[in-house]
């Protein structure tokens, strides 16, 4: 029988607590939270914004319709849930966290066997004039997503600015954008968006889906202020002023961590509570999970911070397994991300390129274009893959994906982070696995091919642009320095070939030995196909041939289109 | 320059080439088929078959719409391919190869410095009278997909029976039933579908949805004897008699190592050849791989036989790798699987929970049925998975999954797929990091709770039933030994209650502490929820009363709706 104390009462607590309870029922948990609403899913705010969800309820359901409220708990797991009730203090001597009612300002103290912070993150806020108008929100909490939620249904929005490109300002910049079309703006500080998380080739790919759904992205901004009577009417950055009626900050989150702070709890330098694998803080009596916590991230080996409601809740089961005596462990994360934009999903797991060789390693990274199904299969989708890996070792240390929103996408970027953790090597990746049966994928599936492509391009046989390069290329090729060469059917080059005829040739890759003297030897070459197999090919034919600065277009004319290029 | 000969030229044999030619394009590759179609996707002939795909030459193309004949392997590959012919033996000390035209009856000889043997496997023939008639086939090669479709596409097909509930049957059985409306009936001797693979309890549902989308099955039945004239008519078996247009043997396959045995190649107990990770044959200048070839099962440890394209076609590239002088590995197989069957799709990755106790572990399955995707997400479905785990060890041996044709299951068994070969334990499911938003998965995602429930049920903690066992108590409700006790809202036990009152008993999980008394604690108690959750709930609550002689069922209501139980 022990007695144990929770602080916060949203995914990691409410798990933790119920964990607990199915073990030791005897034992009595009591939960504080300093809000009214309690155990929701956070990370289902922007489709309850988006009028996807019709009521805030449902994000604070049970998956069988029972609103997970204080009386939910009492009856259905026997565990107290005091709301508006904030913690202000832990006396660690005498094991008591002292309290205090938000409404009535009354004091209280809960005496602990142990306790768990759940305390969570808040967004940051910009350090800029104007955040406190009317009409400029973050996305806190489910309060604050019913006020975003109330102003738009009631009209009063016709152009809103997200500040922030990140997954969560996206999602926002979808919600607000697709269903109840305001006319939608995404300021970025960073150069493209997702930074940090997906490569500038495919950040570019989610961008240029962005803007034919309509919404506006400004990179490379800095907001400099909002102005406003006392709503908010302006957004102005370094570079110009956007009208807005709403204003949503999505920059980043901080650990909520004063508490453990003020408790003399170790806390890392960027804010976060440090706990071990038992997700026990410095103070053994004391347990912390969820977005106030760094974890190891297993592919740099480092302590880092992922805010993620699904790691809450993973944590949470630790916790609660722990607290009844248990001994299990988070190992911790791999670092993964997915995000749905409107028709298409990104994802990630791992490191990108930039952060890999921001952290020190010799890497880098290829992109490969393919179906998801076997190709002769009537139903299929592109995929897009990017896999990151270091140089000499061969280590996989991260892989992004494109795709459509049909989860294939999903599955191939899901299978390559299950095995981060154990250190892969790109023969891992081209040895993968797959389920395979025609409708669902290849019997060389596009993750094989990825592996494969990682192995030729560290072994320096498939020299590659992506779309980025071949745009700057393309659009200076009235100096003459490079001829554009398609390597498919006279059928797919004809009308190139027609449009650009100074720049753009044609040989099929499979009449390329016999038509070897019509190759421009002379200059530098770009080798086209549909997706880079076959231009792959004909790299190969040329350097046989001795014909060696040719450089193949990775994901092919299909990467050029999602990129945005005109052509 | 080294000359390299092939012996079969569908799967492995084309990528073995082409592999090899990449990194060695100076030295000559000649590939042998004693058929004249070549380099086509086997998998593909049920869709084929069906109508999905139009042409034969769909299933021999590239992903660019180039058929994959002889002219395409000399331009484009620089590679010579004899259709047509047979290889009849091997001489391994003078390293040639000796051939027959199967037309023009000519003999040829083709002098190696490596060989490839690419031979692949034939179906089984059932020793039973009346196989040679006309209309009876197996599913061999293009050829004879070609003379199945012709047949049906003539309208002479009215009623057909497939031979085999496996993978390729019921995907034959589907082809016939699905576009073409042929009266289709499976006969199997094993008590499920695709024995060996999935348990029975999913078997179950297989079949229910085979049943509802009009495919008759028959199981535990042995074929007799084929009747006809010179076309057949009847399929005789030991316990009925079934008018048949078309039959269809998919009884299995052997591999095809005469030629390796003739040669005095290692050939294991069951007929595939032997061969070491890098490919290599006891010869090592005979390589051989694809479905005439023995690997590593990566979960039992012992040598197995794994006939699939897609294994055929990373082994092919191993193959390339290592004849130019590489050191490719190719470490074995966890034995994947995966079925459309009309809307459905049934997969498998390792061992099913039979496999897992004739192979001597000491073994349990645990069933979870959850949503894919967010609960409060609109657009979702229901998954179903099973895991085999390893008693005191915790072990995972396999996973199983049923789903819809949304990719969603797909994605779950593919991540556990890839990691069985680094021996996970129930703790890495549980914590297993699965890209997280709510319109791609939950925070806590079935799988995380798959591991969860195997860990509980380990520990003693959930005793569960399945739907198999839950319809043998049920029919026998009369005898008054059990009562269903329906943990869910009223609105859902309600038309129940109504319907069985003397057997179905309502108390809400949340009401079970405040109406103890109401619980018929002298009987044997099978508790009901939607998906099993919530019934697990009430059993901890029941323990914690000394009320312990409760069946929690697994996957609840939803997957006695999935198994075809008329409630």
């Known amino acids: 029988m022990q007695n144990v104390v929770i602080i916060g009462a ?19 948990v009591t939960m504080l939270d300093q809000s009214d609403l309690i155990s929701y899913g ?31 708990f ?64 973050t996305v806190s909490d489910l309060n604050e997503a019913v006020a975003i939620k109330r102003q738009v249904a009631e009209g009063k929005v016709e152009k809103a600015v997200i500040i922030g490109a990140g997954a969560i300002g996206l999602e926002m910049a979808e919600a607000l954008a697709d269903l109840w079309g305001i006319d939608t703006s995404v300021v970025e500080v960073a150069d493209q968006i997702l930074p940090g998380i997906v490569s500038a080739n495919m950040a570019r790919m989610g961008q240029h889906h962005l803007a034919e759904n309509g919404v506006s992205i400004y990179l490379g901004e800095q907001v400099v202020r909002l102005e406003g009577d006392s709503r908010v009417q302006k957004v102005v950055t370094d570079k110009r002023a956007l009208d807005a009626d709403l204003v949503i900050m999505a920059v980043g989150v901080t650990p909520n961590s004063d508490l453990a702070k003020g408790a003399g709890l170790e806390v890392s330098p960027d804010g976060a509570i440090v706990v071990n694998e038992r997700m026990e803080t410095s103070d053994p009596d004391i347990y912390a999970g969820g977005d106030c916590v760094a974890v190891t991230d297993l592919v740099t080996g480092k302590s880092a911070h992922f805010p993620s409601g699904s790691l809450a809740n993973r944590e949470g089961r630790v916790i609660g397994t722990n607290l009844a005596g248990g001994n299990a462990r988070f190992e911790g994360s791999v670092g993964t991300l997915i995000v749905k934009l409107f028709e298409i999903s990104l994802a990630n797991a791992g490191m990108s390129l930039k952060k890999a060789l921001s952290e020190g390693f010799d890497a880098l990274s290829v992109f490969v274009v393919q179906f998801d199904r076997a190709h002769f299969y009537p139903e299929k989708d592109l995929i897009y893959l990017e896999l990151v890996v270091e140089k000499g070792t061969g280590r996989v240390l991260g892989i992004q994906g494109l795709g459509s929103m049909s989860d294939s996408m999903f599955a191939r970027v899901n299978a390559v982070a299950a095995i981060l953790k154990y250190r892969p090597t790109t023969a891992d990746i081209s040895n993968l696995e797959l389920l395979y049966a025609p409708p669902f994928s290849s019997a060389m599936d596009i993750l094989n091919a990825l592996g494969n492509t990682a192995e030729n391009t560290l072994a320096g046989k498939n020299r590659v642009i992506d779309a980025d390069q071949f745009t700057n290329w393309w659009l200076e090729r009235d100096k003459g320095d490079t001829v554009f060469l398609d390597c498919r059917g006279w059928g797919n080059a004809e009308y190139f070939v027609n449009k650009y005829p100074d720049h753009w040739k044609s040989i099929p890759q499979d009449e390329l030995r016999v038509r070897m003297e019509e190759v421009p030897k002379e200059k530098r070459m770009v080798l086209i196909c549909n997706t880079g197999v076959r231009s792959y090919e004909a790299q190969v034919i040329l350097d046989e041939m001795g014909v060696r600065d040719t450089y193949n277009l990775q994901g092919g004319v299909a990467s050029l289109k999602k990129w945005g290029l005109d052509l």
Do not use: W
């Open 10 to 28: 949203v995914a990691l607590g409410p798990k933790a607590a119920c964990r607990f309870k199915r073990l030791e029922p005897e034992s009595k």
């Open 42 to 72: 956070g990370c289902g705010i922007p489709y309850f914004v988006s009028g996807d969800l019709s009521d805030p309820g449902q994000l604070q359901s049970t998956s069988f319709h029972m609103l997970r409220d204080e009386k939910f």
């Open 74 to 137: 009492r009856d259905a797991k026997d565990i107290d849930v005091l709301t508006n009730v904030r913690a202000l203090s832990i006396d660690r001597s005498k094991k008591m966290v002292h309290a205090q009612n938000v409404l009535d300002g009354k004091e209280q103290t809960f005496p602990y066997d142990k306790l768990v912070l759940a305390t969570g993150s808040r967004p940051k806020r910009l350090p800029v004039p104007g955040t406190e108008l009317e009409g400029v929100f």
